[in-house]
DNA sequence: CGGAATAACTTGCGTAGGCAACTAGTTGAT
DNA sequence: ATCAACTAGTTGCCTACGCAAGTTATTCCG
């Protein structure tokens, strides 16, 4: 936990210095990114990303306030509604992008072997799956 | 991040229900505790925690309010004090020790194989030592 | 087709905790 | 001995965010 949140706060410094986003904000914007091009929605991105849907809300809301997100009401339910990425919104995420690289190498991968990457990837990686369970 | 963050959330929420303590107070008795008995310095526990001065500060308040930790000033240092766990506080962690090993076994180790757990306590220290340099 | 039960957000409220500025004690240089 | 430079801890201010209680839309059952 140490490490985690020793990396998480450094992460979190560069970016608000470099793009003023906070981390969770830009990994945000990069699901919502990666995610199908018709929007996802809010549910969706709070189960993939690090908040609760009252904590995603208020960071849509601010994502929204910069125009770095739209929403459109969902067509196949009226309660929810689709998000994607704005075209200053996918820019900003293209310019941060190599900032950000070099920061997680920095703060993060370049303490790792190969070995270990991988290791950790597999193991992570099923952990949070299984919370999603 | 994802993994490690609903990892915490997880812990939080088992050890307040369990304790009434946040994890990050959790994690502060279980330093002090295993710290010189003479007691630790604010500063070199802020270092060993997941937090900063300013809230290690804070986080120190509520743990003497609620009686489980005690300080003095520090005889060689007259800014600073000594922070050591009271038999009360001794006692809390010692009460809430079996729960929250079941809640790290639950929520995390045991999705790892023994292989993984020792790569990972490497990495994880490497990282946590070099952010310190 | 009407009405309970459920699901998708939202909001009121409260709290932890970071940053930067402050206070007070210590050390070191002249 | 004095004064500057540093260090330990604290505090004012602010923000992000979790929880639980709303609101509105949907679904499903009779």
Redesign the interface.
Known sequence: ????????R?LDRDLQRQAGLT?AEH?LLAIVNEADPQGIRPTDLAL???LTKSGLTRAVDRLEALGYIGSRVCPSDGRGQLLVLTPKGRQKLRRSAPDFFRSVAR??AD??TD??TE??A???????A??RA
Chains 1, 2 share one sequence.
């Open positions: 936990m140490v490490a985690s949140v020793a990396v998480a450094a981390l990994h993939a990303s690090t703060h993060f303490y790792l070995r270990e290791t950790l597999t193991a992570f990686g099923r952990i949070a299984a919370d």
